[in-house]
């Protein structure tokens, strides 16, 4: 799962074959911050939040950022850190 508040951060994420995760169908969470699912198999309920990998291969996660805001240059905000949930 991954939290982010900045909406104005696109995460892009370079698989075998690539997935793209719309944004304007994702769940945003009570907080402003969206919760990126990623995995083989969708968890149950957040199928527009996930993004498939492939089972047993490895995978990579970068940021792409477009017009980034002051914060970003001024090192006051950096994305968090990937959190494994089970």
Request: proline share 9%; aromatic share 12%; net charge negative.
């Amino acid at each position: 799962m991954l939290k982010n508040s900045n909406t104005a951060v696109c995460l892009c994420v370079l698989l075998l074959s690539p997935l793209c995760m719309a944004v304007d169908e994702s769940q945003q969470a009570a907080d402003g911050s969206y919760d990126v699912y990623f995995s083989p198999e969708a968890p149950a309920g957040k199928e527009s939040n996930w993004i498939q990998t492939v089972p047993g291969k490895g995978w990579n996660m970068l940021f792409r950022l477009y017009g980034p805001l002051d914060p970003w240059f001024d090192k006051t905000w950096r994305p968090g850190d990937p959190e494994l949930v089970k």
